[in-house]
């Protein structure tokens, strides 16, 4: 329900309000890391992923978002989203894994130096 409530918050601009309820612990099926940008993924069902990007600072956090699937016949890249706006953030729609590549999933950020994962998950 949590989640349902938070889809919902995220489409109608509530963006600082989603990026609490995703990384609160009451969120569990959602796995996060990092601090400035939190980068959480959610297996939704078999071989289906959400991922969620929050900035929680008050710049402008200059970067590509996205979502890797990975299996036995190579890799998938998903470019999602340019650049969050101070304190903003962006949800996903579910996104299925091609066939051969669903083992494994991860989010990502990349800016001009360094990349940040998600969590590594099984789908």
């Given at each position: 329900?949590?989640?349902?409530?938070?889809?919902?918050?995220?489409?109608?601009?509530?963006?600082?309000?989603?990026?609490?309820?995703?990384?609160?612990?009451?969120?569990?099926?959602?796995?996060?890391?990092?601090?400035?940008?939190s980068l959480?993924?959610?297996?939704?069902?078999?071989?289906?992923?959400?991922?969620?990007?929050?900035?929680?600072?008050?710049?402008?956090?200059?970067a590509r978002?996205?979502?890797?699937c990975a299996?036995?016949?190579?890799?998938?890249?998903?470019?999602?989203?340019?650049?969050?706006?101070?304190?903003?953030?962006?949800?996903?729609?579910?996104?299925?894994?091609?066939?051969?590549?669903?083992?494994?999933?991860?989010?990502?950020?990349?800016?001009?130096?360094?990349?940040?994962?998600?969590?590594?998950?099984?789908?």
């Amino acid at each position: 329900m949590i989640a349902t409530c938070v889809a919902a918050l995220a489409f109608t601009g509530a963006s600082a309000t989603v990026a609490q309820a995703q990384t609160s612990a009451t969120a569990a099926s959602w796995q996060c890391k990092g601090t400035q940008v939190s980068l959480c993924i959610e297996k939704v069902a078999t071989d289906k992923v959400r991922v969620n990007f929050v900035n929680t600072t008050y710049s402008t956090v200059k970067a590509r978002f996205g979502l890797t699937c990975a299996g036995p016949s190579g890799q998938w890249v998903y470019d999602l989203k340019t650049d969050l706006a101070p304190r903003g953030g962006y949800l996903s729609g579910t996104i299925t894994c091609p066939v051969g590549m669903r083992d494994t999933a991860v989010g990502w950020q990349i800016t001009s130096t360094s990349t940040y994962y998600s969590p590594r998950i099984s789908i």
